[in-house]
């Protein structure tokens, strides 16, 4: 797994409504960047509270929805209006209210599931190979989707390079659908993988690998209230835990950051970065502004790094 040149960049705010407003405005910040470079811009979601906290994105002005290429991180197997899915929660909140194409929403394909999937997705399996083979072929038809676009975007690298991905972080630590002590922590071989024995149901689900996760150019965690603290806590004070958030560390020249209230952020000694809101016409400085805290927090974690061993 590859390492990141520099560590992540923490960002608290006093209020939910804030760390949301910002987080618009540095998602509007990586699509500028993206379409400036590329043409297009490439985003991956996640479910749980994230969608809710991607509601300032509808109106929000510079938006180029026709730009954009939405995957997700992760997927639960079931029909995309159930209420489990992440499709379901990410179109409610704001995908369905904003002129973004639909067939620029890559969701898993439905057409793959069988009929007792489609009857009672979240019922254990009659047949367990029936069902492996069924997951299996729905993630890597997913896998092929990432292909299709990458490629039609003149990307060759071995691996697809998002423009941004938006992550959640679970009580235990796991992000994605990747759990602490799962073996998926070590597939090396897949971008989509499928999982039978999720530790929260549905059990049965896909999910990017780090092979995606970190060799994305940005990642962005989001976490807000109390019950974040102690996990909040050992992922970035105890990186050396290896719970699978601290794991994304993408390649240099990505990033990863992290959008927390101070209510999550109560017990965390990691140093904190002040988020600097940028304006459409201050978007080319902003990038010296990144790069002085990228040298600024690999100094700070060195320290810590050298102090710990």
């Not at 994230?50 to 730009?67: A, T």
């Not at 938006?166 to 992000?175: E, V």
């Not at 602490?180 to 149901?201: F, M, N, Q, T, Y």
Request: hydrophobic share 40%.
């Amino acid at each position: 797994m590859p390492n990141s040149s520099s560590p992540p960049v923490l960002y608290t705010f006093p209020e939910v409504p804030q760390l949301q407003n910002s987080l618009a405005n540095f998602i509007l910040k990586a699509q500028t960047d993206a379409i400036a470079k590329r043409g297009s811009f490439t985003i991956a979601l996640s479910g749980g509270s994230l969608p809710n906290n991607l509601k300032p994105l509808v109106g929000l002005e510079g938006i180029q929805w026709d730009k954009w290429q939405v995957f997700f991180a992760d997927e639960r197997i079931v029909p995309l209006d159930h209420e489990d899915s992440n499709y379901a929660a990410c179109a409610k909140a704001f995908l369905d209210h904003v002129p973004i194409p639909r067939e620029q929403v890559h969701a898993i394909n439905t057409e793959l599931f069988a009929e007792s999937t489609l009857k009672d997705p979240t019922a254990d399996p009659a047949d367990q190979d029936a069902s492996e083979n069924e997951a299996i072929e729905i993630a890597d038809e997913y896998e092929k989707q990432l292909v299709t676009c990458f490629a039609s975007q003149g990307n060759a690298a071995r691996y697809p390079t998002f423009d941004l991905i938006l992550l959640g972080m679970g009580p235990d630590g796991h992000t994605c659908s990747l759990f602490p002590g799962h073996a998926l922590l070590s597939d090396s071989d897949r971008w989509v993988a499928e999982i039978l024995d999720s530790p929260k149901p549905p059990k049965r689900r896909i999910t990017f690998t780090y092979q995606v996760l970190n060799h994305a150019f940005r990642c962005a965690f989001v976490a807000a209230g109390e019950g974040k603290q102690d996990t909040l806590s050992k992922i970035l004070d105890q990186p050396e835990e290896g719970l699978p958030c601290s794991r994304v560390r993408p390649a240099s020249p990505g990033l990863v950051f992290w959008f927390v209230d101070d209510a999550a952020a109560a017990k965390v000694k990691y140093p904190k970065t002040v988020f600097k809101w940028i304006n459409e016409t201050e978007m080319d400085a902003s990038d010296d502004l990144v790069s002085e805290e990228r040298k600024k927090m690999k100094t700070e974690m060195d320290a810590a790094v050298k102090a710990a061993s």
